[in-house]
């Protein structure tokens, strides 16, 4: 019986955010317990869609980590304090945000569906290999992206890969290698990848929103980036350019990778819908009055705002001038590229987020081919994004580290805000063992108060630094967890 109300109670928290996509609305009926539960491809479906709505749900999470230990943002006295310890380096255990719960939602959901799909199959003779298959590749592209988000945060992480939906689960799992959670997710994503989706739903908002192909090709290329197998990067992007199924937008139409989103050059979009109550948190965090977050000074000169030579993706689109000293995120409260027309009502909170597009991967390869002393091809590259946006070719020496930092100024200015900034700094101070770290390290005491800078840069010569500790209440709760070292030694 105490399990029996335990897992009722599971079932009415799990289910009561199962509307997460308007796509797929399933909501099945209240007061479930396990064995009345799991008996059609429609459960299935059900529990698919919670994962992604749990994904989604974490997208301030995955905008704060992706950009606030980075150079583009500057807080203001609206910022969360537990953001604002973390832009500043002065990151501790007690620091809530560190909790990985929230990934752990979305990977235990993704686990269910694994788990219990070819369960269903046995029961519902309408549920077709072809339709398990499809939505088990689903629910394994979501897993792993969300433990390659993991792994690139903590570095190390408990690898679980069965539900948790018993009594008799372990709920006391030491953490895995980085190797070996990236070893686990590389071979899920090649054995599953034959079955997922391309283009084969009835809504744009699916095909750009559902886990496809080309978004399994993304996610392997990108961690074939993270683990500088450069050969590999290539291969994956190159299945992309193969299926031609994406394409760069042209300048005139580059803002709408924002509004109204999913567009040609989309791979996949976390989708939101504010009249169905899904909602971005990230236009909350950049408009005019929030006081939270605004463009810092390297993304002003980046941007080149004093000649406005960056016209396509620089002012009234990237970022909005109000005055002498007041700037804005743009892509995600804007409406369109004029600096004046914003989304209001409904359309204020359902900006897409995107996790990979066509200019992603192809700048992706761009970084391979650099670093494989291919210059020519990656040159190309290069300049087919800087054409698109309306500026004019740079000269680049062939060496490995100028195309790197080309690679790296290109990837900010046309992915600014977009949660990918730090992920790309702490590649570059991984790179080669660690021979650029001093880059990295200057970049992350830039937002440190001058009185902790030179302390802190010391501290971060050791590169554990550069990942987030575990969340204290998961060490108490967990006795087989072992902090990050670096941590220990923090005061």
């Known amino acids: 019986m105490r399990k029996r109300l335990k897992y009722l109670l599971f079932v009415f928290v799990f289910f009561a955010q199962v509307s997460c996509n308007n796509w797929l609305e399933l909501i099945p009926p209240g007061g479930l317990i396990r064995e009345e539960f799991w008996k059609t491809k429609a459960d299935v479906q059900a529990v698919l869609m919670s994962a992604y709505g749990e ?11 992706g950009e606030v230990r980075g150079d583009m943002l500057r807080g203001l006295y609206g910022q969360p304090l537990s953001e604002r310890l973390i832009m500043e380096n002065n990151i501790y255990p007690d ?5 990985w719960q929230n990934f752990y939602k979305v990977i ?12 269903v199959q046995e029961i519902d003779n309408t549920f077709t290999d072809y339709q398990k298959q499809g939505l088990m590749a689903e629910a394994y592209f979501i897993r792993s992206l969300t433990y390659f988000y993991l792994v690139r945060l903590y570095k190390e992480v408990p690898l679980i890969l ?3 939906e018993s009594d008799d689960a372990d709920f006391y799992v030491p953490k895995a290698s980085e190797e070996e959670v ?16 391309s283009f084969s739903f009835p809504t744009v908002e699916e095909n750009k929103g559902r886990a496809s192909k080309a978004a399994y090709d993304a996610l392997l290329a990108d961690i074939a980036l993270w683990q500088f197998d450069y050969d590999a990067v290539i291969k994956h992007v190159n299945k992309i350019e193969e299926a031609e199924n994406y394409v760069l937008m042209p300048s005139g ?18 989708q939101f819908d504010d009249k169905l109550q899904q909602r971005n948190d990230i236009a909350g965090l950049t408009n005019r009055y929030s006081n939270q977050y605004v463009p810092s000074q390297k993304a002003l000169e980046m941007f080149s705002f004093k000649y406005a030579s960056e016209l396509v ?30 989304r209001t009502g409904i359309e204020a909170n359902s900006c897409n987020f995107i996790v990979y597009r066509y200019a992603d991967v192809l700048l992706m390869k761009a970084e391979a081919l650099s670093q494989l002393g291919k210059y020519n091809e990656a040159f190309s590259i290069i300049k087919e994004i800087r054409e698109r946006a309306g500026v004019a070719m740079i000269n680049i020496a062939n060496t490995p580290v100028a195309y790197e930092d080309a690679i790296m100024n290109e990837r900010a200015l046309e992915f600014a805000y977009e949660g990918k900034r730090w992920f790309d700094l702490l590649r570059l101070g991984r790179r080669n063992n660690y021979a650029r770290k001093d880059k990295l390290i200057e970049v992350i005491v830039s937002n440190v108060p001058s009185t902790q800078k030179r302390i802190l840069a010391t501290k971060l010569t050791n590169p554990m630094g550069w990942y987030l500790p575990i969340y204290e209440k998961e060490i108490e709760r967990n006795n087989k967890l072992v902090q990050n070292p670096y941590y220990n030694s923090v005061k």
Request: overall charge negative; glycine content about 6%; hydrophobic content about 40%.
């Open 95 to 99: 620091n809530y945000l560190t909790n």
């Open 253 to 270: 139409k580059w803002f709408e990778l924002f509004y109204p989103g999913n567009s040609l050059e989309g791979i996949f979009e976390i």
């Open 162 to 164: 069965e539900p948790t």
């Open 55 to 65: 994904l989604a749900a974490i997208n301030r999470e995955l905008f704060v980590f």
């Open 313 to 342: 993706r620089g002012e009234d689109v990237t970022i909005k001038k109000y005055g002498e000293d007041e700037f804005v995120v743009w892509k995600y409260v804007g409406q369109a590229p004029d600096g004046q027309t914003m």
């Open 108 to 119: 235990n959901y993704c686990n269910e569906v694994i788990a219990n799909a070819p369960k």
């Open 182 to 197: 990236l070893n686990q997710i590389v071979s899920d994503l090649e054995a599953n990848r034959a079955f997922a989706p």
